[in-house]
């Protein structure tokens, strides 16, 4: 069994040579019409098949197998028409600090000591006045012939009996390999096999206390003609060759080993020039590469015109509104909701008080119930069939820790005066709490589901369901709209936007709601700004999600597949999806609304964003607030208003909403 220092060792080999090959998700270089052409070679490379959930957008990295294979699932992004390529490149080695030679009773010994390429090599040794906290470091750093040509990292056995005493395994090169800027042949001969400093290196900075051992291991046989000309020896393809953003590739290809054992890392992107990173060339060497066209994705003015006919949006909204009566809704104001049933002419305000008492006893105490300080709340929700239910979501922190928070479930029957978790199912916990669903029949609390899962599929998740305003609850599933395709979004995940975001699962079902799955792609949209589902009748749908690498997606199968399409550029912007300054949104007569500091409208057919003139700019725009439609006026919280998100409520009639 590998040991913590096993799996960290080899983490941090990863991440270092993925930050030094300059791996970032969802990056992709400019469009250029320069290629690296193909090598010419002799020998099949095998394909594979990628399945849509193993696509990564942009770049990906790679462990390069032991005969020199490499393999890798790219998804093109959101770019223009075009040729792009395809490159594999790798870390250029820097050397390794070596250690001083092992005294005269340390020893390296490898059985068998010679054989043909791709021989598995025992190896056995020993090192003098090893400490037991030197002896838990368990991978070591091995070179084949040079510590700046072929270097990997084996796994350290220490016998427990013979306290110095080692065992590692290596299999031989059974390919030629990179030998700083040229490539060494694999030919026979008699190759140095050095552990350069065991048991490891020192930190921070990386210099060597320990030894370094040396044996040789004499390599027979014919060896191999590749790479034994001047020509470059390495190959990439792609399957297929050309095809639309969204489009999932399958790369293949060969190239001279990059590290020793198995345990090279290749980086694969979809690249262009300039990559935008002075020197990136020049430190990450290219291997291969090959051409990729890009087909235009379908633009905004060739589709026809869109009639959604309902919108699901992401996130925890603020404002929540009675799903059969429009003049009726509400949001998270300053230590109470605020409540209008007039259409904002007049307001009432259910206090949140109560809240503190009801989350006391519980595991996860909303912030301010020990302090005296405001609660706020982060979601309303309310009830179609009782008007004095309302159900409230509050971030809460573990009563044994800091943040980071949690979203917690609450709900009161009698307008404010007490408030009660609500009931967590039972394979889920209070701080799995993933959104309310309301509807005019009822409302639906979305848990994450604590049961182990195949990691290889999509989490599970559980629906409580109340139709007595919140007094009883029963498992459901989820529903399907009352018209169009039957689609939804699960319960949003608890990831934080300022580190790795959170997001919300697309679900699909063929048969009337009674099961739900994922699509492969795109499979989910950003909850950290509001991002939309919308059904446009039939099997057709839309999603919209400005933070993604595809701000705009298509289906006309019900969601089994997607396609981008591709929006007009905002005045002054780039072609970056995330430099939309505003949060974008599809309104019911099928335009889009950009809404911030300025106000933007796409018209059906339009092939420009036209200016709204009249609209007022949201504070703090960009995201930050994304108006709703309820009746007839877009409405949203004004995040600089007061001292608690959520204090003012503006709005702008829908009517004004033109060029």
């Known amino acids: 069994m590998k040991t913590w220092k096993t799996q960290l060792a080899g983490a941090v080999l990863i991440a270092v040579m993925a930050i030094a090959l300059g791996i970032e998700a969802g990056h992709l270089p400019r469009k250029t019409s320069s290629t690296v052409p193909l090598a010419t070679t002799t020998f099949p490379i095998a394909h594979h098949t990628c399945a849509q959930t193993d696509a990564a957008i942009g770049n990906t990295g790679t462990i390069q197998a032991a005969d020199g294979t490499i393999s890798a699932c790219l998804r093109v992004g959101s770019v223009p028409a075009g040729t792009y390529r395809i490159a594999a490149r790798r870390n250029k080695p820097g050397g390794s600090i070596l250690g001083s030679p092992g005294p005269s009773g340390d020893w390296l010994t490898l059985t068998p000591p010679s054989g043909p390429p791709g021989t598995h090599i025992k190896i056995s040794g020993y090192v003098a006045n090893l400490t037991t906290g030197q002896r838990g470091f368990d991978r070591a750093q091995l070179c084949w012939e040079s510590c700046d040509t072929l270097v990997g990292s084996v796994q350290i056995d220490w016998s427990a009996a013979k306290p110095g005493q080692f065992t590692a395994d290596l299999d031989a090169p059974a390919a030629p390999w990179f030998s700083g800027t040229t490539v060494a042949p694999l030919r026979p001969g008699r190759y140095k096999v050095t552990f350069p400093c065991l048991p490891s290196f020192d930190k921070p900075g990386g210099s060597c206390?320990?030894?370094?051992?040396?044996?040789?291991?004499?390599?027979?046989?014919?060896?191999?003609?590749?790479?034994?000309?001047?020509?470059?020896?390495?190959?990439?393809?792609?399957?297929?060759?050309?095809?639309?953003?969204?489009?999932?590739?399958?790369?293949?290809?060969?190239?001279?080993?990059?590290?020793?054992?198995?345990?090279?890392?290749?980086?694969?992107?979809?690249?262009?020039?300039?990559?935008?990173?002075?020197?990136?060339?020049?430190?990450?060497?290219?291997?291969?590469?090959?051409?990729?066209?890009?087909?235009?994705?379908?633009?905004?003015?060739?589709?026809?015109?869109?009639?959604?006919?309902?919108?699901?949006?992401?996130?925890?909204?603020?404002?929540?509104?009675?799903?059969?009566?429009?003049?009726?809704?509400?949001?998270?104001?300053?230590?109470?909701?605020?409540?209008?049933?007039?259409?904002?002419?007049?307001?009432?305000?259910?206090?949140?008080?109560?809240?503190?008492?009801?989350?006391?006893?519980?595991?996860?105490?909303?912030?301010?119930?020990?302090?005296?300080?405001?609660?706020?709340?982060?979601?309303?929700?309310?009830?179609?069939?009782?008007?004095?239910?309302?159900?409230?979501?509050?971030?809460?922190?573990?009563?044994?820790?800091?943040?980071?928070?949690?979203?917690?479930?609450?709900?009161?029957?009698?307008?404010?005066?007490?408030?009660?978790?609500?009931?967590?199912?039972?394979?889920?916990?209070?701080?799995?709490?993933?959104?309310?669903?309301?509807?005019?029949?009822?409302?639906?609390?979305?848990?994450?589901?604590?049961?182990?899962?195949?990691?290889?599929?999509?989490?599970?998740?559980?629906?409580?369901?109340t139709t007595d305003g919140g007094r009883s609850w029963q498992a459901a599933g989820l529903r399907c709209p009352v018209s169009g395709p039957c689609i939804g979004l699960g319960p949003q995940d608890n990831g934080r936007c300022m580190a790795v975001g959170e997001w919300q699962a697309i679900e699909i079902s063929s048969d009337g709601g009674r099961s739900w799955s994922t699509p492969g792609w795109p499979g989910r949209l950003s909850a950290c700004t509001t991002s939309e589902l919308a059904g446009l009748g039939s099997n057709s749908m839309i999603a919209v999600d400005q933070m993604g690498p595809y701000p705009l997606m298509s289906s006309s199968d019900g969601g089994s597949s997607w396609e981008d399409v591709a929006l007009p550029l905002l005045p002054g912007a780039d072609a970056d999806p995330g430099n939309v300054q505003g949060s974008l949104q599809i309104l019911p007569d099928g335009r889009l609304l950009l809404a911030g500091y300025r106000w933007y409208l796409l018209g059906s057919g339009a092939t420009a964003w036209c200016s709204v003139a009249a609209a007022p700019p949201i504070s703090n725009g960009e995201w930050s607030a994304s108006p709703r439609l309820i009746g007839d006026r877009l409405y949203w919280s004004d995040p600089t208003a007061g001292a608690a998100v959520g204090v003012t409520l503006r709005s702008f009639p829908i009517s004004a909403v033109h060029c």
């Open 209 to 465: 206390s320990g030894v370094r051992l040396e044996a040789h291991f004499d390599l027979l046989g014919q060896g191999s003609s590749r790479c034994t000309g001047s020509l470059p020896c390495a190959v990439l393809q792609s399957t297929p060759a050309t095809g639309p953003p969204g489009t999932v590739l399958a790369v293949d290809g060969w190239a001279p080993l990059t590290a020793l054992s198995g345990n090279g890392f290749v980086a694969v992107a979809f690249e262009g020039e300039p990559t935008g990173k002075p020197g990136f060339e020049t430190f990450t060497p290219l291997i291969a590469s090959t051409p990729f066209t890009v087909t235009g994705a379908p633009g905004w003015a060739s589709l026809p015109p869109l009639h959604p006919v309902f919108i699901q949006r992401t996130g925890m909204d603020a404002i929540g509104a009675d799903p059969a009566n429009p003049r009726r809704f509400a949001y998270c104001g300053n230590g109470v909701i605020k409540m209008t049933t007039t259409g904002g002419t007049s307001w009432s305000s259910i206090p949140l008080a109560g809240v503190r008492a009801a989350s006391a006893s519980t595991t996860y105490p909303i912030p301010g119930s020990a302090s005296g300080g405001t609660v706020v709340c982060s979601s309303v929700v309310l009830d179609a069939r009782f008007p004095a239910s309302v159900y409230a979501v509050f971030a809460a922190a573990t009563r044994s820790g800091p943040p980071p928070f949690y979203f917690v479930a609450y709900v009161t029957r009698n307008s404010g005066r007490t408030w009660q978790p609500v009931p967590v199912p039972a394979k889920s916990e209070m701080g799995r709490f993933g959104g309310f669903r309301g509807s005019p029949s009822g409302v639906q609390a979305l848990f994450w589901s604590q049961t182990t899962t195949d990691s290889s599929q999509p989490p599970q998740f559980l629906v409580e369901q």
